[in-house]
T-cell receptor, first 110, second 113 residues
Framework: RKEVEQDPGPFNVPEGATVAFNCTYS??????FFWYRQDCRKEPKLLMS???SGNEDGRFTAQLNRASQYISLLIRDSKLSDSATYLC???????????FGGGTRLMVKP | EPEVTQTPSHQVTQMGQEVILRCVPI?????FYWYRQILGQKVEFLVS????????KSEIFDDQFSVERPDGSNFTLKIRSTKLEDSAMYFC???????????FGQGTRLTVV
């Protein structure tokens, strides 16, 4: 089983749509969770951290289910500028190594 | 907004040559990292560095790789004898504390020919 697993997509959605991405992780000892976005041939940029209670930042909502080892990202009212690859990232222990999923590609169309 | 900067943005080198990739982490950060991403693949951890020593490294980070913080600002990755399969985007990252998010530089695209 992959350490961090994501559906690669692509998800093709119209502007204004709501889209949800899921991610599963294999190591139950994982402690920190993040969503990053990556534009083509650019660096990963932090979108948001994911907290146990769930958290929201504008149009973005992240959820964590530790029992199922599952993380989600919901994007409401999609914009053209949301088109990117969304990376699920896990810090699996007290160390500093981030483990990346393969990413889910989102394409928002006019 | 503070950012991680990397130089060069693109490096082409011949197989067997040594390369040094340079990074200036965010100034008040204490933890420094190198990651790489082969084209079309996921981002992979190479090494983390804290308090002037390596704190973690992956299986990829073999004896051909080394890291250094030669002064108070630069953080370098050296590949001693490059192979074709070292061709990738190399990202430097930094964070201000342990077990938290990291901030990435724009990357150095290394092409080994």
């Amino acid at each position: 089983r992959k350490e961090v697993e994501q559906d690669p997509g692509p998800f093709n959605v119209p502007e204004g749509a709501t889209v949800a991405f899921n991610c599963t992780y294999s190591n139950s000892a994982s402690q920190s969770f993040f969503w990053y976005r990556q534009d083509c041939r650019k660096e990963p940029k932090l979108l948001m951290s994911v907290y146990s209670s769930g958290n929201e930042d504008g149009r973005f909502t992240a959820q964590l289910n530790r029992a199922s080892q599952y993380i989600s990202l919901l994007i409401r009212d999609s914009k053209l500028s949301d088109s990117a690859t969304y990376l699920c990232v896990v810090n699996k222990n007290a160390g500093n190594m981030l483990t990346f999923g393969g990413g889910t590609r989102l394409m928002v169309k006019p | 907004e503070p950012e991680v900067t990397q130089t060069p943005s693109h490096q082409v080198t011949q197989m067997g040559q040594e390369v040094i990739l340079r990074c200036v982490p965010i100034s008040n950060h204490l933890y420094f990292y190198w990651y790489r991403q082969i084209l079309g693949q996921k981002v992979e951890f190479l090494v983390s560095f804290y308090n002037n020593e390596i704190s973690e490294k992956s299986e990829i980070f073999d004896d051909q790789f080394s890291v250094e913080r030669p002064d108070g600002s630069n953080f370098t990755l050296k590949i001693r004898s490059t192979k074709l399969e070292d061709s990738a985007m190399y990202f430097c990252a930094s964070s201000n504390r342990a077990n938290t998010e990291a901030f990435f530089g724009q990357g150095t695209r290394l092409t080994v020919v």
